[in-house]
Each structure stands twice: as structure tokens, then as C-alpha cells.
């Protein structure tokens, strides 16, 4: 089966059952902040997984593209991938886990469908916590479709649950389907277990908690049920072969390649990685640029993603060459032609598509010969070093000056028998990275204009009362403005109505209970999807990098901010509010103080 069959099949069956087919969206979400690209088919349906009615009804079926960038370093291996295509099918209120499970196992394993045979399929369902109980109900429909107890296995929330895909959101229990390869695999097999013998095709997800901004999960108004299956994986799986990469959904990139570079694919490990990171790259960054809402090659963003993954792919391209011929419009040419017809976007705008990905490769060979010109430059004085080692600080220099990347240092440094002090590197890059990001974040978090002493405490108790706010009124409040001057501070959040003198006074209160708990300001970093993960809190509204800060303050208050911060909340003295007003239509806007004398 073809992944053209099998999205044709996967629609027409579903249209069969009563589902509305709906079109795939951008790939850049239109309107979340919360991630830079759409990650699974449910993403731009979660208002209506939260209750909202869709247009097209309350069964729905469609292909989405899809980009995740998590693990793009992983890319190269044989099964990571950038970009994909996921088929699903979504309940909105309508049928549950019964439904949906007999129609899976229909799917998969009748022959007028996938006819997957039965005995070859193993299944995963929630094995519940103290929050959520087992999933019994959903063990029980894979028994009677016959599959037998010891090929349903249950397992924990890191594998059997899906969501939110921001910090709150629609979630729930699911279970995965896994198709048995007949590999041997490890001792230690079982669906789930990666080592080649359970592949996972098919998830479904029953969707029927909110999570909260505190971490809690409260039962949705309908009970929903919302499906992915990885086109490229199962069309592997189904044909038997050992990665996607051996299928049609890339040979005919691997060929376009080989024939570029004069190899063939599957005959040098080495060969084949850089292969299948170029092929992979090319294809999401042809559909990043091919997309409805298309970006450009940038320095933040999606843009910055995508400059990434181009960049990556030439450099790839560059190490098989050994020549510094521009290449990536010929695989992003074939892309186009192999995806136009499920995606009539890529034929529209396959000029720009290819404009672009010839620019962004033109500097960024310029970039490597004006970074290799410098290089050449040092060399003297770097084979004057005893050690044989380029410090992390020159290393950086050349990629903070000229963009020239740590990689091709390294590269370049070996030819010369000399290393690099990659560490020294990393950490230059860290620090570099930290003052960038709170220079951001001070832009976005409005008004922060100075780091004096005064406006750092207020900054401090902005958090405070964030949280504080949120304890008192509820998880409806979310930060819609901030800005602190000198003087005092000015918080503006979403609450429908006044504040009663009571609640102020107890917003006050637990302010200053936790300042007097002189509780310790830390932060830490981590990319925003563990700093969703650890229930920061974070700005609705923002755009934030990959990497962020995230500031705790005790156990009170976590959130997603540039700091600076005091090192302890004893230090603010006392809180007081001076001002509750209305700010616009649904937003209330607070100004208060902070000082010895005050609020105590
Ligand atoms: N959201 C789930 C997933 O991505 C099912 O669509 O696997």
C-alpha cells in the first residue's frame, strides 16, 4: 500500500462511517502562541475539542502536515523525522471509546481496508494513577474484538496519555495500536520498547479532561475521542520495510540525491545519514515555505527553524560534495512534484519555495567562505597554541561574528590536527543565549525598563500576585499586561468583573505570607514544552523561544519569565495594592506597591 492509498483509504473509510472530511491547516498554527508549528491533527481543533460546535459536524476526518521539532538533532537515524503527515479522525461529543476502538480494529485488520492480520496486532491501554483510574472499559473492547489479554498491555501516563499541547488544554487516557514486525527485538520487548519489533501505527485518544493551569484536570463538557496515524511509519510497517526512508514518501529524494552526489543510498552508514537528514530537511523546509501562511529563512521563530534545517541539509550536502555547488532546489523540486496533488499549496507556491531555498543557500556559503577566510586568518596563532586546542571563546566568535557553525569549526580545526574546546564553546553560547533572551523578554514582558533594585522586587512581586490572583479568583486570570516602572507595578489580567474589597484584601494577604516566608527566587532553563510539562505558568499571547527561563519562587509560583528577580521574596519588605480598575472589556488592571512599611 501507498501512502497516496492509504490516505485515500483512511478518508473514505471514515466518510463511510458518518465522518465530515475536513481540510488539513497551515502548518503555522494561526492562532497559538503556544507552539511554533502544528504538531498533530488535533491541534487547530482544540476549541472545538473543548466544546465549541464545528462547522462540518461532530464527526470529522483529515490529513494534517506536520512538523515537530523536538529531536531535529535525532533526524538521520532511521526514524526520526521532521516533518509527517498524520491521518485522523475525530469524535466531538459524539461516539466514545467502544466506537472508536471497533472502528480502528475494522481499519486495520478488515480486508477491504489495511487487512492487517489480527494476530499481528498488540495494544496499549492507560494503567491509571491516582488521578485517573485504569482504563478497563477500553481492555475490555480489544478483548471482545479478540484480542487476547497478553497482547493488551497497561501501561503508565508517560506512554498512555496524550495532551495538552500547551500548558492546558484537552487531554485524556489513550490506546496505541502496535503492529508486531516478527523482529526478534530485545528481552525487554513490548509495545512501547524501541527496538524494532513493535512499531506503533495508530493512537487513540479519549479526550475528556481540561488541564488546568495548577495541574488538575477537570472532565470537559463532552466526552471526545481523537485519533493520529503516522502516514510514513505505517506505510512502511505495511510494506515491510525496515524505515521510511525505503519507501516511495523518499526514495525518489534519496534518487534525486544519489544522483546529484553520485552515490547510492544503502551502501555507507555515513552516506546514508547525511542522506536521510537532507532529504528529511528538505521536505519539511519545502513545506514550511510552501505553506498557506509561509515563513521566510529568520534569525527567530519559525523562520529561525527553518533557516536551521536548510542550513543543516547544506552542510550535509557540502560534506558529500566536497564541492560548494548550490543543490537543495533540485530535492525541494522533487518534493513539490510528489506532494502536490494531497497539498495543492506546494504547486503554488513552488516559485517562492524554490527562490527561497536558493537565497537562504547562497548566504549561507557565503557565510562559510567569509567564516572560512577568518578561520585561515587565525590559523597561525591557533598552531601557535601548545595545547592543540582552539578555545571556545575564538570558536564562538566565529559563529556569533560570522554565523559560521561549531560544526564546520570542529571540521575545519581537524584538518589542521588541532580540537576545539567544545565546552568552552557551549558555554559561551549559553551566556550568550541567556542575555539575548532576557534582553526578549524584558521587550515582551512590557516596561521593565530598568534593572534597579526597586524594579527588580516589583518584578518579583508581579509573580506573586500573579499566582496569587489565580488562588483567590481562579484559572481564568492570565496575565494580559505588565508594566513596571520605579514606582510601582501594573498588572493587567482576564477576570469578568470587579474585585471585592475582600478579595483584594486576601490577595494582599497571601502576597505577603509569602513574602514573609522569605522564600528563595530561582530559575532554571529548559525548553518550553518541559516548562509546560513542570505547569509554568507563561504568557498567552507571546512568542517565546525554544529554550526558556522558568522562575520559581518557593513551591509557589513557576513561571516562564527573563528575570532578573530577587533572590529571596523577604527582601520586597511588604506588598500593598493601591489601585483595582477596569482595564478593557473582560480585563481588570492592578497597581501596587512594594517597600518596607508596606502591607504590613
Ligand atoms: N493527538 C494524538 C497524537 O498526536 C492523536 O491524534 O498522537
Avoid at 485517573?132 to 498491555?153: H, K, Q
Avoid at 492546558?168 to 489513550?174: A, E, F, L, N, S
Avoid at 475582600?502 to 514544552?529: A, F, H
Wanted: net charge negative.
Amino acid at each position: 500500500m501507498t501512502a497516496n492509498e492509504l490516505r485515500r483509504k483512511y478518508i473514505e473509510f471514515f466518510v463511510e462511517k458518518g465522518h465530515a472530511q475536513i481540510s488539513g491547516k497551515s502548518l503555522i498554527p494561526e492562532n497559538d502562541p503556544t507552539v511554533l508549528f502544528t504538531t498533530a491533527g488535533m491541534h487547530p481543533l482544540v476549541p472545538y475539542l473543548l466544546g465549541e460546535p464545528h462547522p462540518a459536524g461532530d464527526r470529522l476526518v483529515n490529513y494534517q502536515k506536520c512538523i515537530r521539532t523536538g529531536d531535529i538533532e535525532d533526524v538521520g537515524d532511521q526514524s526520526h523525522l521532521t516533518f509527517f503527515e498524520m491521518l485522523g479522525n475525530w469524535s466531538l461529543g459524539d461516539y466514545f471509546k467502544e466506537e472508536a476502538i471497533r472502528m480502528s480494529y475494522e481499519f486495520l485488520t478488515s480486508s477491504a481496508w489495511l487487512g492487517i492480520p489480527p494476530e499481528r496486532l498488540s495494544v496499549t491501554v492507560f494503567a491509571g494513577d491516582e488521578e485517573v483510574s485504569r482504563d478497563d472499559e477500553s481492555a475490555s473492547v480489544w478483548r471482545a474484538l479478540g484480542i487476547p489479554e497478553e497482547r493488551i498491555y497497561y501501561l503508565p501516563r508517560s506512554d498512555n496519555w496524550w495532551g495538552p499541547a500547551g500548558a492546558t488544554g484537552p487531554c485524556g487516557p489513550d490506546s496505541e495500536m502496535f503492529y508486531d514486525t516478527g523482529i526478534p527485538g530485545s528481552a525487554e520487548s513490548r509495545p512501547g520498547v524501541n527496538d524494532g519489533k513493535y512499531m506503533e501505527i495508530w493512537n487513540d485518544v479519549f479526550m475528556q479532561y481540561n488541564k488546568q493551569g495548577d495541574g488538575s484536570y477537570v472532565p470537559l463538557s463532552q466526552q471526545n475521542v481523537d485519533t493520529g496515524m503516522g502516514i510514513e511509519r505505517t506505510v512502511a510497517v505495511l510494506q515491510g520495510k525496515k524505515s521510511v526512508y525505503e519507501t516511495e514518501v523518499f526514495q525518489p529524494i534519496l534518487q534525486n540525491l544519489g544522483d546529484i552526489f553520485s552515490v547510492s543510498y544503502g551502501n555507507d552508514e555515513e552516506t546514508d545519514r547525511s542522506l536521510r537528514i537532507i532529504s528529511d530537511h528538505i521536505k519539511a523546509a519545502t513545506f514550511i515555505l510552501g505553506d498557506e501562511n509561509g515563513v521566510s529563512p529568520s534569525n527567530v521563530g519559525q523562520g529561525y527553524i527553518l533557516r536551521r534545517l536548510i542550513r543543516r541539509a547544506v552542510r550535509h550536502g557540502r560534506k558529500l560534495l566536497g564541492r560548494e555547488d548550490m543543490f537543495l532546489h533540485q530535492p525541494a523540486k522533487t518534493i513539490i512534484e510528489m506532494y502536490r496533488d494531497a497539498y495543492p499549496e506546494l504547486g503554488r507556491n513552488a516559485d517562492k519555495v524554490l527562490d527561497e531555498v536558493v537565497g537562504e543557500e547562497k548566504r549561507f556559503l557565503d557565510t562559510l567562505q567569509k567564516g572560512e577566510h577568518e578561520f585561515e586568518k587565525m590559523l597561525p596563532k591557533l598552531l601557535e597554541e601548545p595545547s592543540g586546542v582552539i578555545p571556545g571563546e575564538v570558536a564562538f566568535r566565529l559563529y556569533d561574528t560570522f554565523g559560521f557553525p561549531i560544526e564546520i569549526t570542529e571540521e575545519l580545526a581537524s584538518e589542521h590536527k588541532l580540537q576545539v574546546d567544545r565546552e568552552g564553546f557551549d558555554e559561551a553560547f549559553r551566556e550568550h543565549q541567556e542575555r539575548s533572551k532576557m534582553d526578549a523578554n524584558q521587550t515582551f514582558k512590557g516596561g521593565l525598563a530598568d534593572h534597579s533594585e526597586h524594579t527588580t522586587k516589583l518584578h518579583t512581586a508581579t509573580h506573586l500576585l500573579h499566582k496569587a490572583l489565580r488562588d483567590v479568583l481562579g484559572d481564568h486570570v492570565a496575565q494580559k499586561g505588565s508594566n513596571i516602572t520605579p514606582e510601582r507595578l501594573r498588572f493587567d489580567f482576564s477576570h469578568p468583573e470587579k474585585m471585592s474589597k475582600e478579595q483584594i484584601k486576601e490577595v494582599e494577604r497571601i502576597v505577603n505570607e509569602k513574602i514573609g516566608e522569605d522564600l528563595p527566587v530561582r530559575y532554571e532553563t529548559m525548553t518550553l514544552e518541559e516548562a509546560r510539562e513542570n505547569g509554568a505558568m507563561a504568557l498567552f499571547g507571546d512568542k517565546y523561544d525554544e529554550v526558556v527561563k522558568v522562575y520559581s519562587v518557593g513551591d509557589y509560583s513557576k513561571e516562564v519569565c527573563g528575570g532578573p528577580h530577587v533572590s529571596r521574596t523577604g527582601e520586597l519588605g511588604g506588598f500593598r495594592i493601591t489601585k483595582e480598575q477596569s482595564s478593557s472589556q473582560g480585563v481588570r488592571r492592578i497597581k501596587a506597591v512594594v517597600g518596607n512599611g508596606e502591607g504590613r
